[in-house]
């Protein structure tokens, strides 16, 4: 008998795995590769890429023996709030900076999802704003206007 994995969710994560690594992969063709020791270009999103292709190929595999079934319901909310907070996060950068993009940002992800508490998310955008401003700012140096009118604190 021949299994159906249509519905065997590690199949179906698996198959997507695998096309997202081997067009990794193929996109990072046109750029130089280099060794270890001197990366070029191509050399990071094809290891990642190649990576992220096996662990889709052992979870097909993990698919196929387990002939397991899962009631799969596409997630309409997450992926329209997800969607918006990127557009929202690339309309508002330019405009109002960094710290408020990211605020808008986090608040509209967090609506997506099954449970919306506002001092978790609250906290979380305040850590998670605090990192990127210090990891992209300060240390990368790079000129993000923070408030509007604000490019370093």
Same mark, same amino acid.
């Given at each position: 008998?021949?299994?159906?994995?249509? $519905?065997?969710?590690?199949? &179906?994560?698996?198959?997507?795995?695998? @096309?997202? /690594? #081997?067009? #990794?992969?193929?996109?990072?063709?046109?750029?130089?590769?280099? *060794?270890?020791? %001197?990366?070029?270009?191509?050399?990071?999103? *094809?290891?990642? $890429?190649?990576?992220?292709?096996?662990?889709?190929?052992?979870? +097909?595999? %993990?698919?196929?023996?387990? %002939?397991?079934?899962?009631?799969? *319901?596409?997630?309409?909310?997450? =992926?329209?709030?997800?969607? @918006?907070?990127? !557009?929202?996060? /690339?309309?508002?950068?330019?405009?109002?900076? =960094? !710290?408020?993009?990211?605020?808008?940002?986090?608040?509209? #992800?967090?609506?997506?999802?099954?449970?919306?508490?506002? /001092?978790? +998310?609250?906290?979380?955008?305040?850590?998670? *704003?605090?990192?990127?401003?210090? !990891?992209?700012?300060? !240390? &990368?140096? &790079?000129?993000?206007?923070?408030?509007? $009118? +604000?490019?370093?604190?």
């Amino acid at each position: 008998m021949k299994p159906d994995l249509r $519905g065997n969710k590690d199949f &179906l994560a698996g198959l997507l795995f695998l @096309a997202i /690594g #081997a067009g #990794a992969m193929g996109v990072a063709r046109a750029y130089p590769f280099g *060794t270890a020791m %001197r990366m070029g270009s191509g050399y990071f999103p *094809t290891v990642l $890429g190649g990576i992220l292709a096996l662990f889709g190929l052992f979870l +097909v595999i %993990r698919g196929i023996q387990s %002939r397991e079934r899962a009631q799969l *319901t596409w997630g309409w909310k997450p =992926l329209a709030f997800i969607t @918006a907070s990127m !557009v929202i996060f /690339g309309f508002l950068l330019p405009r109002l900076g =960094l !710290v408020p993009a990211l605020a808008a940002l986090f608040f509209a #992800a967090a609506a997506g999802g099954r449970e919306f508490r506002f /001092g978790e +998310v609250l906290a979380l955008t305040a850590v998670m *704003t605090a990192f990127a401003v210090g !990891v992209f700012v300060y !240390v &990368l140096k &790079l000129p993000f206007q923070l408030f509007p $009118g +604000v490019y370093f604190l």
